[in-house]
């Protein structure tokens, strides 16, 4: 009778014992884990925006006056396959201006401006880019017209209130207002008014709309700034270098290469493409999203007009309805492409707007051949060259329609 009971005290001790150790160290990983998101995180070597976006402002995305410098640099495709980069290019310098958006050269805050591009995320802000061969650096370059970058990052919001305040910031100017639509975006209304909250009926009849609302963009806003500084964890970001490192399909498999798809090219060249722009591409969206894309934009457009704000929207292809018909054959994209029907539907309702699967599409077979492609080959961001055809494009455009400015 006394024998089970010591044996059980002697087991529960060992457990006790076991388990302190256990809860210690995971009581530290913990404890460095949050110590490790207080502090800079550039040694870190991530993308330059990411660091960029650490602590956004109420109604801008960046920290104001950073300058950064990524190398080397490597593609985001190639990351996220795990795969060896073969693909280079001159470092990227990245930096932002007084108000918290990315430099322009040449288009400081407190000048006059004539275009301001809105929305567009990365595309617009310039992932992969250095800050002369952004969109709208190209596009002033082409067009003589001072462009400013109020590109966001992609958890910001990018309501009317947003662009208002930007507007605010500038000096109230009244610019053409542009609008980079890339093709894997999903545009929703509640982008343009921003998404309501289930307690602001209850919440307005009981603090009035005015003091309600102000609380529920502070409490959003809080929450940016929580889920910003939460973002990147230095353990968290070695942690993952380190079991990439052991599952190179060296040591271990390599789960992350199903996240990429491999094309051969010309010269020996390598197209990695996401999975996600491949099933974009031959899974298009049908009318139906056609009709509401189109429709979102002319709504954005009726806004912008009661402002005195022409705009104009940019489209822009992924990698693979740009090259997928030349590197998989005619039938792999299904036709008509859907940057086509939507410049169609945005035309019929009055929207001015630059299609740049047209643009770019003339010279896919020579990028191809040559390996001076509009899109990197191990990013899915746009290069300079893209970006500096469609910029060209989009200047052409502009100047046959001088009623916008």
């Given at each position: 009778?006394?024998a089970?009971?010591?044996?059980?005290?002697?087991?529960?001790?060992r457990?006790v014992?076991?388990g302190?150790?256990?809860?210690?160290?995971?009581?530290?990983?913990?404890?460095?884990?949050?110590?490790?998101?207080?502090?800079?995180?550039?040694?870190?070597?991530?993308?330059?925006?990411?660091?960029?976006?650490?602590?956004?402002?109420?109604?801008?995305?960046?920290?104001?006056?950073?300058?950064?410098?990524?190398?080397?640099?490597?593609?985001?495709?190639?990351?996220?396959?795990?795969?060896?980069?073969?693909?280079?290019?001159?470092?990227?310098?990245?930096?932002?201006?007084s108000?918290?958006?990315?430099?322009?050269?040449?288009?400081?805050?407190?000048?006059?401006?004539?275009?301001?591009?809105?929305?567009?995320?990365?595309?617009?802000?310039?992932?992969?880019?250095?800050?002369?061969e952004?969109?709208?650096?190209a596009?002033t370059?082409?067009?003589?017209?001072?462009?400013?970058?109020?590109g966001h990052?992609?958890?910001?919001p990018?309501?009317l209130?947003?662009?208002?305040?930007?507007?605010?910031?500038?000096?109230?100017?009244?610019?053409?207002?542009?609008?980079?639509?890339?093709e894997?975006?999903?545009?929703?209304?509640q982008?343009?008014?921003?998404?309501?909250?289930?307690?602001?009926?209850?919440?307005?009849?009981?603090?009035?709309?005015?003091?309600?609302?102000?609380?529920r963009?502070?409490?959003?806003?809080?929450?940016?700034?929580?889920?910003?500084w939460?973002?990147?964890?230095?353990l968290?970001?070695?942690?993952?270098?380190?079991?990439?490192?052991?599952s190179d399909?060296?040591?271990?498999p390599?789960?992350?290469?199903?996240?990429?798809?491999?094309?051969?090219?010309?010269?020996?060249?390598?197209?990695?493409?996401?999975?996600?722009?491949?099933?974009?591409?031959?899974?298009?969206?049908?009318?139906?999203?056609?009709?509401?894309?189109?429709d979102y934009?002319?709504?954005?457009?009726?806004?912008?007009?009661?402002?005195?704000?022409a705009?104009?929207?940019?489209?822009v292809?992924?990698?693979?309805?740009?090259y997928?018909?030349l590197?998989?054959?005619?039938?792999?994209?299904?036709?008509?492409?859907?940057?086509d029907?939507?410049?169609?539907?945005?035309a019929?309702?009055g929207?001015?707007?630059?299609?740049?699967?047209?643009?770019?599409?003339?010279?896919?077979?020579?990028d191809?051949?040559?390996?001076?492609?509009?899109?990197y080959?191990?990013?899915?961001?746009?290069?300079?060259l893209?970006?500096?055809?469609?910029?060209?494009?989009t200047?052409?455009?502009?100047?046959?329609?001088?009623?916008?400015f």
């Amino acid at each position: 009778m006394t024998a089970a009971p010591a044996a059980a005290r002697v087991s529960s001790a060992r457990r006790v014992r076991v388990g302190i150790p256990i809860v210690a160290v995971l009581a530290a990983w913990a404890g460095l884990d949050v110590a490790g998101r207080c502090f800079p995180v550039d040694w870190l070597h991530i993308l330059p925006e990411h660091v960029a976006a650490r602590r956004p402002g109420r109604f801008h995305p960046f920290i104001p006056n950073l300058s950064l410098v990524q190398d080397p640099w490597i593609g985001e495709t190639a990351l996220a396959g795990n795969i060896a980069p073969t693909e280079t290019r001159p470092p990227v310098r990245f930096g932002t201006d007084s108000l918290g958006f990315r430099r322009t050269p040449g288009v400081p805050p407190g000048r006059k401006i004539d275009l301001l591009l809105f929305g567009g995320r990365s595309f617009a802000y310039g992932g992969g880019l250095s800050d002369d061969e952004t969109f709208p650096a190209a596009l002033t370059r082409a067009s003589g017209l001072r462009t400013y970058n109020a590109g966001h990052f992609y958890w910001d919001p990018e309501t009317l209130e947003t662009l208002d305040a930007t507007l605010a910031a500038l000096g109230h100017p009244r610019p053409a207002v542009l609008l980079i639509h890339w093709e894997d975006f999903d545009p929703r209304l509640q982008h343009i008014d921003g998404a309501g909250w289930p307690t602001d009926g209850p919440g307005e009849a009981i603090f009035g709309r005015v003091r309600y609302q102000g609380w529920r963009d502070e409490l959003q806003y809080a929450r940016r700034r929580l889920t910003a500084w939460w973002n990147i964890s230095p353990l968290e970001v070695l942690s993952i270098r380190l079991f990439k490192w052991l599952s190179d399909g060296r040591i271990l498999p390599n789960p992350y290469a199903a996240n990429v798809a491999a094309r051969s090219l010309p010269g020996g060249r390598r197209l990695l493409l996401l999975r996600e722009e491949i099933d974009r591409a031959i899974q298009p969206p049908g009318d139906a999203t056609v009709r509401r894309h189109a429709d979102y934009y002319a709504y954005f457009r009726q806004r912008l007009q009661q402002r005195g704000l022409a705009a104009w929207v940019i489209l822009v292809p992924n990698r693979y309805s740009l090259y997928g018909p030349l590197t998989d054959g005619p039938a792999a994209v299904p036709g008509p492409a859907y940057l086509d029907r939507l410049e169609a539907a945005l035309a019929s309702r009055g929207v001015n707007v630059v299609n740049g699967l047209r643009v770019l599409g003339p010279h896919a077979a020579a990028d191809l051949a040559t390996g001076r492609m509009s899109f990197y080959r191990e990013d899915h961001h746009w290069s300079p060259l893209g970006v500096e055809r469609i910029a060209a494009a989009t200047a052409g455009a502009l100047g046959k329609e001088p009623r916008a400015f």
